[in-house]
């Protein structure tokens, strides 16, 4: 049985602490607070006021139960006054020395049976507990920001926690309607360690000039279903607080990925920390707040400037699910469609496939039929690559296969007309290569929609050395009329969401070799500690297996990144033929 721990005190009262002094008020625990000074108590009694008046004016909080919270709330500035607390959890700066000091401190102030917690993000737990006469009894307890809406805990525990203190914080996370994962001590525990060398990836992206922050950004919140782009996401946590993080895991790891971007340390110095400082990588329209204004990075409209090519007709090559749905997406906006395929029944089956899809939209009310019937009207089904040559523009949909794409765009140089506008939708292979199988370089651009392309809003626009500025404008021009998000981006490897995805999930499967935590508790962790819609396992299960270790192999042949190379789980898997829910079997099994 576990033990009930009523009586919790909180060391630090900035705006991690204050969180979960207000979720333990909340549970109807007694919660005593210690912070260095007055000021400190004031400023961390301030966030308080202003949480829970937020929760009143949502409703989720009358103003006698946000009284009744408060009391049950009293401070400090002495350590001593934690005395009779059954565990007390610490706040205070990523510093191991000055959380050290305050354990030492504790350990002669608290009875015996005291729990002592850190809610470090990184820091060694082992380390900081050597320094008490009882290091079984301390544990990590990992709250995630704001404490007050996200669920995850992480539960950490040393080689010498006692296995009796595991089940107590256990019961008692659970006691505050938390999600606790329990996990070994290492830099960055599960949610930092997979989400840090993401977001610090991004910033090497931004810094090398690769794509704007806005595209970064959008990337992933329109490409991957992410709540937050990794930048907004690093001026929330703060700049200084990352890259203290990531300098942690990088001592640890000696893992060149988890070395903080220059960038980071520029900005540090520079005072650029993030929304709490009103400028990191946006600038805020006050310190603390999240609405972002313009300054001189914010990009100008586009509509000026090098004017597009008109397009009216468009082809499609392809008969598989992204080149049905591009049709449907252009025939659904007015445009005249021909579908090419190998044969005329494959090229029947793929029109059979928009009927279907379009037959769904229009039982679910979101379309006529008289709509629908016009959609198809527009669709002309083709199998010869010379019924392609009065499109103005030609989108390649065919398999991943970079021999297959350059015969389709030798066979397209010869037929299209002058100035028609060739792009292909590989989502991981050279562009240029396309290009260079013609002898008009400067027509041909990446247009990688997202799959379903019918709902996805993301195309990624990826402009090699040779494409024309014209093209460039025509393919930003198409997709805002399709009413999808653009973002631009170079010719190189996974351009934007691939190469910052893929990294994530190949570090994902290799923390699950190393026997670290259970694919479970990692996507979990994932999912409840960073808001992402799935984790990575059940990504790389819907993605398939095989398909994403032939992204992350063709990453690491770029990139020649020791931290890219495949884990070799995922290659045993796919060896294995266990790609994941096509097959049935991937990291779970699907009935």
Known sequence: MARELNTIGVVGLGTMGAGIAEVLARTGLTVKVVDIDDAGLARGLGHLAHSTARAVTKGKLDESGKAELLGRISTSTTLADLADCDLVIEAVPEQIE???????ELDKILAPEAILASNTSSLSITEIGVHTGRPGKVVGLHFFNPTQVLKLVEVIRTVVTEPDVITDVVAFIERLGKTPVV???????????????????????LEAKYATREDLDAAMRYGCGYPMGPLALLDLIGLDTAYEILDTMYHQSRN?????????????????????????????????????????????????????RDVQRV?????????????????KRGYDVVLRARSLEKAEGALGKVRKSLDRAVSKGKLSEADRDAVLGRITPAVEFVE???????????????????????ALDEVCKPGAVLATTTSSLPVIECAAATSRPGDVVGLHFFNPAQVMKLVEIVETISTGADVVATARKICLDLGKVPVHCGDVAGFIVNALLFPYLNDAVKML?????????????????????????????????DVSLA????????????GFSPAPLLEHLVTAGRLGRKTGKGFRDYS
């Open 98 to 104: 000055l959380k050290a000091q305050i354990f030492a």
């Open 183 to 205: 996990i070994g001590d290492r830099a960055g525990f599960i949610a930092n360690a997979l989400l840090f060398p993401y977001l610090n990836h991004a910033v090497k992206m």
């Open 256 to 308: 060149r990925l988890h070395a903080p971007a220059p960038l980071l340390k520029q900005m540090i110095t520079a005072g650029l920390l993030g929304r709490k400082t009103g400028r990191g990588f946006y600038t805020y329209d006050a310190a603390d707040s999240p609405t972002v204004v313009a300054d001189a990075q914010t990009p100008v409209s586009s509509e000026e400037g090098v004017p597009a």
């Open 315 to 331: 082809g499609v090559i392809g008969t598989g699910t992204m080149a049905t749905g591009i049709v449907e997406v252009f025939a």
């Open 388 to 410: 392609l040559a009065d499109c103005d523009l030609v989108v390649e949909a065919v398999a991943e296969e970079l021999a297959i794409k350059k015969e389709v765009f030798a």
């Open 513 to 545: 070799e190393a026997h670290y935590a259970e694919a479970d508790d990692i996507d979990n962790a994932m999912k409840v500690g960073c808001g992402l819609p799935m984790g990575p396992f059940e990504l790389l299960d819907v993605v398939g297996l």
């Open 551 to 562: 992204i992350e192999r063709t990453l690491y042949l770029e990139f020649r990144e020791p």
